[in-house]
């Protein structure tokens, strides 16, 4: 009876009235949720903030943030597994843990990588006359190190002679170890050449020996794993070479790798180039004219302390070698220093302007 009563009393103009009041409630609800301080945007901005602080906190400058919701993406170069560690506790712990109700941070996506990835980490193979490889620098962890011998013996004619340093504290890299056997299996391929995978950037210079081989392996190389790249400069014999030097970044790699192994000298107290010096140098200058022209080279030669005539002298030499193909290219500069380790040493640096 109580209820018939009550619907006789809901009139139309009643229901109205309560179901304008609800549609209000709820668009009220929506525009705080919406734009207001508990909306995902300002949620996400409060959490970026804390996190960023609490890394600012425990020295963790290296590392980066930012929230998809309340989970949390850590960016950077670590210096070692402790400090990653760390740092993911860090941001966990930059809120409070009150799950996704609280609107804390509720966990951390690592997407961190090891700093000598990004910089001083250098993998580099290089193919000698009898077809033997030989692979110097580093590699992530011993599983990696052992499989890339194992893939270079296998694929190689002369063998493989391995001698790789392993990253104090690395671990297992899966996309690392794809990346370094991508680039040995195309230059297996080739006649000769050289290749470098230095932090994220590779790069694979050589003679192949015809334009459909030099095509393929270019081709190839377009689709590394992420975040890897590779830059190509592959001459076929008889025709002009495949290039896919893009950036600053993949100009340096592929210098890296035209350089090669050996130790860069003049002539004993002269300023004539060794022999390998000026074949070395001469191929700098022919990748160097495959970047960008946005990339600068400069050649630095340590500074003779005794003899400002034999510094002037070396410089021309130099000079001659690096532009054997650029004379007129305003982007090579050949400089002296004061103090450096190699006689000759090369940097890719991007123009102004």
Avoid at 7 to 27: E, H, N
Avoid at 63 to 77: E, F, H, P
Avoid at 191 to 200: F, H, N, Q, S, T
Avoid at 205 to 230: C, H, K, Y
Wanted: glycine fraction near 8%; include cysteine.
């Amino acid at each position: 009876m109580d209820d018939f009563m009550l619907d006789l009393a809901m009139t139309p103009r009643i229901r109205k009235t309560l179901m304008m009041s609800a549609g209000l409630v709820v668009l009220a609800a929506l525009i705080l949720f919406s734009f207001g301080p508990f909306s995902v945007g300002a949620i996400e901005s409060r959490l970026a903030a804390g996190a960023r602080e609490a890394l600012d906190g425990r020295g963790h400058d290296w590392a980066s943030v930012r929230m998809d919701g309340q989970r949390a993406i850590l960016t950077g170069a670590a210096p070692d597994n402790e400090a990653r560690e760390d740092a993911i506790a860090t941001v966990l712990a930059s809120t409070w843990s009150g799950g996704v109700v609280a609107g804390g941070v509720t966990r951390v996506t690592d997407e961190t990588i090891e700093a000598r990835l990004q910089s001083g980490f250098v993998f580099r193979a290089d193919v000698a006359i009898n077809g033997r490889v030989l692979i110097r620098g580093d590699a992530t962890d011993a599983g990696a190190r052992d499989a890339i011998a194992r893939y270079a013996d296998a694929n190689f004619p002369g063998g493989a002679d391995t001698d790789l340093t392993l990253v104090p504290g690395g671990s297992r890299s899966p996309d690392w170890e794809e990346a370094a056997k991508r680039l040995l299996g195309q230059l297996a391929r080739l006649d000769r050449g050289a290749l470098v995978l230095r932090g994220e950037q590779g790069a694979l210079v050589g003679d192949a020996s015809n334009p459909q081989i030099a095509q393929s392996v270019t081709q190839t190389l377009q689709a590394m794993p992420e975040p890897f790249r590779a830059a190509t400069v592959i001459t076929p014999s008889g025709a002009p070479a495949e290039v896919r030097v893009e950036d600053v970044a993949a100009c340096s790699a592929v210098i890296l790798a035209a350089q090669g192994t050996e130790t860069l000298r003049f002539e004993r107290a002269g300023a004539t180039p060794s022999p390998f010096t000026s074949v070395a140098l001469r191929r700098v200058g022919r990748m160097f004219a495959t970047c960008p022209d946005s990339a600068g080279l400069t050649v630095s030669i340590r500074r003779d302390p005794s003899s400002a005539e034999l510094d002037a002298a070396r410089i021309t030499a130099v000079s001659a070698l690096v532009s054997n193909l650029t004379a007129d290219d305003p982007r090579i500069s050949v400089v002296l220093v004061d103090r450096q380790d190699a006689a000759i040493s090369f940097a890719i640096s991007t123009l102004e302007g």
